[in-house]
């Protein structure tokens, strides 16, 4: 029988693998530019692949079907993320939003809650979509978890008409940049 023994060095921690009846195949290279970028590759700072968490299933009573008997094991994650670039490592992540009463109201404060948004606004903004429009909120404050404003008066923004409104971050291009999918509606 064929051993096979592989150790590598990944974020600073040794991996040892060892796996039976092996076949070699062709090395994966995933390549992010930079200085010792392959010839002719696109330049780029990082990459972001969205996924669920991962898993290693080992039988036992949530196992999947077809597989042997034994102990499961689950580790969560959000995403799998490999970034050459930068101090992010994760996207902003928008949880929800605070207001007062049951739902916001024009010229109301809205605070926007989440993580990873940066300590300051920068170039990026806060958009609002919904009811077949956009619009570009006026910011007051801006921190790594909370974004705070007010629903400005805007004829773009139905009250009490039950439509749907989402508040996403983007970037100067018009790029978004934290998740889109946190809803809410606007009282009269």
């Known amino acids: 029988m064929r051993k096979l023994i592989l150790i590598a060095v990944t974020l600073l921690i040794p991996?040892?693998?060892?796996?039976?009846?092996?076949?070699?195949?062709?090395?994966?290279?995933?390549?992010f530019g930079g200085p010792d970028a392959l010839p002719g590759s696109a330049p780029g700072p990082a990459a972001y692949v969205p996924g669920p968490a991962l898993r290693a299933d080992f039988g036992g009573p949530d196992a999947l079907p077809g597989s042997a008997p034994g102990p499961a094991a689950y580790v969560p994650g959000p995403a799998l993320r490999a970034d050459f670039g930068g101090p992010d490592v994760l996207p902003p992540f928008i949880s929800g939003y605070d207001y007062d009463g049951n739902c916001p109201k024009k010229n109301s404060r809205l605070v926007v809650v989440g993580e990873r948004f940066g300590s300051s606004q920068g170039s990026r903004r806060l958009v609002m979509t919904g009811g077949g429009s956009s619009l570009i909120l006026p910011v007051q404050s801006w921190s790594d978890t909370t974004v705070t404003l007010t629903l400005p008066d805007d004829p773009r923004i139905s009250a009490g008409a039950g439509v749907v409104y989402f508040i996403g971050i983007q970037d100067e291009s018009g790029r978004w940049l934290a998740n889109v999918d946190r809803r809410f509606v606007v009282c009269q």
């Open 15 to 31: 991996l040892v693998i060892v796996a039976d009846d092996y076949v070699l195949g062709p090395p994966i290279r995933v390549d």
